[in-house]
């Protein structure tokens, strides 16, 4: 990810809406998108594009890492930023005014089911999008690099 080369929004128009303000306030009106339900801004670049695309996701923390669930609402497929993550897993992430650089794992087995716990409380419907889909959904973490 280079300086300068565009980033290509969200095209659900409320998502990019949502990634526009976050991005012109440094975080200060999107960070916290609903009451104790913070958000941050990743970057990752596209698997057959090359382009970079951004989103915004619900976040949690396990020590320094950041955690993000590809659920896309239960869908059957996997989100495409997880498939970018999958082809590359470098990306650019802002929390709130801060932005980093990241390197993303999925969560273990071993460590998924405390880590899901830890989303789950965050964002209860989590649980529902997990039931209404036969595909495993990940938690992914993001390590700062």
Request: aromatic share 8%; glycine share 8%.
């Amino acid at each position: 990810m280079t300086a300068g080369e565009q980033v290509l929004d969200s095209p659900a128009s409320w998502v990019a809406e949502h990634i526009h303000r976050y991005v012109a306030t440094d975080g200060a009106e999107g960070h916290e998108w609903r009451p104790g339900v913070f958000t941050l801004l990743l970057t990752t670049r596209g698997r057959r594009s090359g382009a970079l695309r951004r989103t915004a996701l619900i976040y949690g923390r396990d020590g320094d890492d950041y955690l993000v669930v590809a659920s896309q609402g239960g869908a059957p497929r996997h989100p495409a930023w997880y498939l970018n993550l999958l082809a590359d897993p470098r990306a650019e992430v802002q929390v709130g005014a801060e932005r980093f650089t990241a390197r993303a794992r999925i969560a273990t087995p071993e460590e998924k089911p405390r880590m899901w716990e830890t989303m789950a409380k965050i964002w209860p419907a989590y649980d529902d999008y997990q039931a209404r889909t036969d595909r495993e959904i990940p938690v992914v973490v993001l390590e700062r690099v």
